[in-house]
């Protein structure tokens, strides 16, 4: 970010029609800089957290803030092989164990502590589990631009249960500065499964075993998922577009992962007669059964691919039946788009609108006499934080005048003498007249202060003058309303 | 005399009967007399919808089901206000309220024949249609706009609903579905609300609430015919006016 503020004094430099070049676009470097910032601010806020439930020791002292959300992504992306991810009980679980096992010190429920730290780190909760957002400088456009992203989704599987698993920058934070691209998390997905293999775990081609089925699943669910929704909305669906292209793929998929999974079953069959070890042998039977498992459930995708279009047919049928001409607009198609196109400023400033004109009527809310007088009355004990300490009593020392009594009795005599000498006068010019005789700061804002309190009659010293405010003045001792003194018609002095 | 007064008491006490929406002629008779009362006698259902309109309330529809009154306006004492579902909401989180409402709204009756049709029943549905009914329009509205650069540069402020619900936490950890911070809070406090409100009734009951389902009642699918819809399409009109697209 530093080279960011930087560049913008280059720019001052170079005359516009060359600077263009000199700005690199460093986008994609500093998006993926910033990826990794909560991961820094984690590390070294770390002292900082749980500090009381320790005791004096840090709780995060000896620990690698690092390691462990680096090991929660690759659960949660091991997760993904199997589910869609990984539940928050069984990232605990096994953070827990990580943090154990890098500091024995620490029990259970420090241990949990730390596990949930660092999920609530990937979650953002310290920001209501928003998107992290970040500034930096896009160089190309020569403006302050903000990413926004998350790591992690928490997101309900085809069985709605809300599993974690990375996002696309969540793979590109594990995966380190990869160059690929975030969005295709496919490509992410497979180059993770060869680290696995390059790692030699023996279980990942169950994984890859695992994640065909997945696969089929998703095709199962999509199929049905369009079917059902033709159902609900006839026209809705797009059967050329939407649903004929992914029917294909689906084909593709059942045939591609059938001879494969021919192979690998025979390869599988053959390794378990050689094999002698239980451990082996016990992961190989593991293998084959998922394997099977997975042609069930193509199986069942090769018959929901079949009958689909009969399906949807049925659906469309109710597209012909007669309609009413009506003016109002389809909920779904129309209007729900239509309103998730209108800013939220627009949306918030019609919310009573929108909500008024869904529900029914309600009650007024009436309160009864009675109960508002209570809730008057009613005196709430003010919780006062009970000293410990007793305090020590301070004789109490009145503050000093501000001007001496002598020194008031002097100003007053002199504007007294002032007013016999003019009989009327401003504050301005007694101000004027006392400088140039050479009263000190002092004895002129004494001087003003005097003044001041004599416009109001019922205080004033100079009951025989009467105080109107004349525009206004300034001088350097004070500023404000010029009052004009005169004398009061009918008195003499 | 004597009868008028009855009449105007009979009137008024329809009038308090419909303002109830959980009340129901099934299991009342003086309100099924009152309402025969109300097929009957058009002077009888005039002075009805007079006593309502001096209520600021209008009457949207009667059948044997109840009379489905509704209040005239947002300003009118008996109009719900978002206050009144959950107080101190960001301007955010009203939008996305909103939008949750009609989501519901929207997998009940996607067209308007569901709307028009009175023997039409959608399917019951579950919390998990509803969000992820506006969860895929959403992301693919998103989709959609990232091929247009224009709008990665709006201010947050700004920008359009579709990212609000893209932007919003699906769900807290901690199981707080009610809490207005996520998408699935908001939509399991809008139909809190809407059950309340005698809106939509709980088809089955189960102490999981993914397995919780859902149906709306005779009164949403008239009020979304007679009013709702088009609120929500003048809301639509005047946004996207004053957007100057």
Redesign the interface.
Known sequence: MDQAAELPHLDDAVPAPDSVAELLDLTKQQRNLLLLRPLFQLELNKHSIGSEAAGAVPLFKDLDTHYLVLTALDQMMEGTTIHMGCTPAELIDRLMAVAQAMKSSLNASQARRVAEVILDTLDNKANAYREFAFDFFDGGARQTKTVRFRLVSYEPDLEDVYRYRPTAEGYLVYLGMLDLAPEDAQELMEKMLDLLVQRGRFDAALEIAKRARTLSLEYRQFIRDRLMQAYRAPGSVNWTKEVAGKLKDARGHVGARQAEDQRMTEAVREALQSAEEAKTRQDLAQLLKTLQGASVIRANLVSDITVAPEKFLLAQRALFRARRPSGLPDLETRLLPELLKLGRHVLSDHADDAISGLYPAKWPKVYGLNNVFGLLLERRAEALEPDDEEGEIEPFVPLPEQFPAALVAEVQAWVARKFEEAGSCSVDALLGMAESEGFDRTRQRCLVLMMFRSYAQAETLFPAMRAEADGRFEREAAQGSNLHFSRLEGTRS | MTASMNRARDAARLVYK??Q?ALSPVNDAQYRELLDLYRAEPTFAAMVEEIAEGLE?AVLDFSERGL????T??E???????T??RSGLK??Q??????A???V???F?????G??DDRFV??PASL?QFRD??LA??RR?KDGAEEEPDLKEIPV??????E??C???????GAQRASP??VTGLIGLALL??VN???VRIDREAADE?LVTYTPTH?LQV???E???????E??Q???A??GV
């Open positions: 419909a303002i929406p309330l489905v009154v509704v209040p306006s947002r009118s004492k008996f109009a719900m206000r978002m009144d579902i301007p955010e009203k939008a996305a309220l909103v939008l409402h009609v989501a709204a929207a997998v009756y996607p067209t308007t024949s709307l028009e959608p399917p998990a009914t506006l329009l959403a509205m402020e700004l920008a359009p609903g579709w609000l619900i932007s919003m936490p699906l769900m807290l950890p911070a996520s609300h809407m409100g005698a809106l993914a009164r009020q979304l015919r009013l709702t819809l088009r609120r929500l399409f809301i639509a005047a946004g996207t004053a957007a």
